[in-house]
């Protein structure tokens, strides 16, 4: 028997909007202390269908991005992804690979030695891509706060769109274009998408709506288990990713998801959020 001590803001039970969904009054003020107190809220919530995820150019500088990636690919300049060695890191480093594969363009990926280089972009590591040609990087996960990097990538002619979820410092690099729900002058109303759910909404942009959800599933198994392992709050876009996510794992068509499943003896199993943050992203992290 659990004795449930409920938190109350002000409000002793529920709200108008709760009651009028006839939500339990226990359970409408566990919803209003997660933030869930207007009718769209509630409505996201009860319902996280794909089709809700939000706008991608809502992000600043997503225009950017895109126009910059178009037109790259249009002249066949070679693109780098730079990522991190986590699982976050490693999940948006996938999916944007995925996606340029699926669309037939080549690009090369750059993970950092965890030991070594540490995280984030580093000088050493910028000099070494642009010996390999590349005329721009793609940084996942990773970037908000590399001003000298940056500035190190641009004195070697190298163009850097950025694509991040952390706090950016006061000055931001001067990148061709810096994509972080939490700059202060980005207007994206949800600020706790993963490294990899910044990646998909940078996916959605290049895609349009039709091809994006046509193919949503290549890339939406790897960003629940990215959100889940990047401890993110479960709320919002989140919540639709990570239901989603959940119901497909495994029986997508990305054969080293089923591996690693397999490995961790838990394919063909009714997916929980433990599975992912206990089972498959520690061996990721490994």
């Known amino acids: 028997m659990k004795n449930w001590i409920v938190k109350s803001l002000g409000r002793s039970k529920g709200n108008e909007v709760t009651k009028k969904f ?21 409505d996201l919530y009860m319902h996280p269908d794909l089709t809700s995820l939000r706008d991608p150019f809502l992000l600043k500088d997503m225009d950017r991005a895109v126009d910059r990636i178009k037109r790259a690919i249009s002249n066949n300049e070679k693109i780098c992804i730079f990522g991190d060695y986590d699982v976050d890191g490693v999940s948006s480093t996938s999916i944007l690979c995925l996606y340029f594969e699926s669309i037939g363009y080549q690009v090369e990926f750059y993970i950092p030695n965890r030991l070594e280089e540490g995280y984030g972009l580093n000088d050493e590591a910028i000099r070494q891509i642009g010996q390999m040609g590349t005329d721009l990087i793609i940084s996942v996960d990773c970037g908000i706060t590399s001003v000298n990097e940056v500035e190190t990538a641009r004195k070697l002619g190298i163009d850097v769109i950025i694509t991040d979820h952390h706090e950016p410092q006061e000055k931001l690099p001067q990148a061709y274009a810096v994509i972080d729900p939490k700059r202060e002058d980005c207007r994206y109303p949800f600020k706790g998408i993963c490294g990899c759910g910044v990646a998909l909404k940078l996916i959605h942009a290049l895609s349009g709506d039709r091809d994006f959800y046509n193919n949503i599933n290549r890339y939406l198994e790897i960003v629940a288990l990215a959100t889940i392992c990047d401890v993110m709050p479960v709320l919002d876009e989140n919540r639709i990713i ?4 959940l119901e497909i794992m495994g029986r997508g068509n990305n054969i080293g998801m089923r ?15 433990s599975h992912l943050g206990f089972a498959i992203g520690p061996r990721i992290n490994a």
Not at 22 to 42: A, H
Not at 242 to 245: A, D, E, H, S, Y
Not at 259 to 273: G, H, P
Request: charged share 25%; with cysteine; proline share 0%.
């Open 22 to 42: 006839n939500i339990n009054d226990n359970i409408g003020q566990i919803l209003i202390n997660r933030g869930i107190e207007t009718e769209d809220q509630l």
């Open 242 to 245: 990570v239901k989603n996510g």
């Open 259 to 273: 591996e690693l499943l397999s490995v961790c003896s838990i394919l063909d199993t009714k997916m929980k959020s």
